[in-house]
């Protein structure tokens, strides 16, 4: 299987939750993808969504061991009705057999669409995103009822035999004088696999 497939969400969040596997990357998500669901405002630790990517599961079946890779975090969409500002992202669970480096974010006019997964080495079809503009520093600004043109990726290491998937992503951001962080669903499945054929 050396293609991007999906499964239909299912309109129930408990069933739509697992419902749609990436089934191999590089892939590129497009920024104009809507949230997927709503808010009931602006409270505490509830002003994000994190759309199609929290609906289901980023997958990779091709992983080697000793390389490293970009794993993008959900999108977020600021579901409640003032602006925020996100101030950091990470995932919340490390399998064992992968290592995080750092965290970055990019804007997705720099890169044509957001990285779910993709090679840090920049084989494939993915060109090497250590070249683009950071603004993981930044305070990056998320209108209302809008998403946001900046997301967050993961360099990891591959270390060994990988036991569960990377997974939770937590966001912390401001609203108003006020801070919160909040977690959103997410997994990124990494499998070792043979190399594909553009990225021996």
């Known amino acids: 299987m ?15 939750r697992r419902a749609v596997l990436v089934a191999l990357a590089p892939v590129l998500l ?12 602006a409270s505490a630790g509830d002003a994000l969504d994190g759309g199609m990517q929290s609906a289901g599961d980023v997958g990779y079946e091709h992983a080697q061991i000793g390389e490293e890779y970009w794993a993008g975090l959900p999108l977020p969409w600021n579901v409640s009705g003032h602006d925020i500002q996100i101030t ?10 992968i ?3 750092e965290y970055r974010a990019f804007s997705g006019e720099d890169t044509d ?12 079809s993915v060109a090497d995103l250590s070249k683009v503009r950071d603004h993981a520093g930044d305070r990056v600004t998320v209108k209302a009822k809008s998403g946001s043109h900046v997301y967050y990726v993961a360099r990891i290491k591959v270390t060994g035999p990988i036991h569960g998937s990377l997974s939770g992503c937590r966001f912390w ?9 909040q977690q959103l669903d997410c997994s990124t499945i990494v499998r070792l696999g043979p190399p594909l054929k553009d990225e021996k």
């Open 2 to 16: 050396d293609r991007f497939t999906t499964r239909p969400v299912s309109s129930t969040p408990a069933k739509r």
């Open 30 to 41: 497009a920024a104009a993808c809507l949230p997927a669901g709503g808010s009931k405002g």
């Open 88 to 97: 950091k992202a990470e995932f919340t669970h490390v399998p064992a057999g």
């Open 99 to 101: 290592k995080v480096i």
């Open 113 to 124: 669409g957001n990285v779910l997964f993709a090679r840090a080495d920049g084989k494939g």
């Open 173 to 181: 951001y401001t609203q108003g004088t006020t801070d919160y962080q």
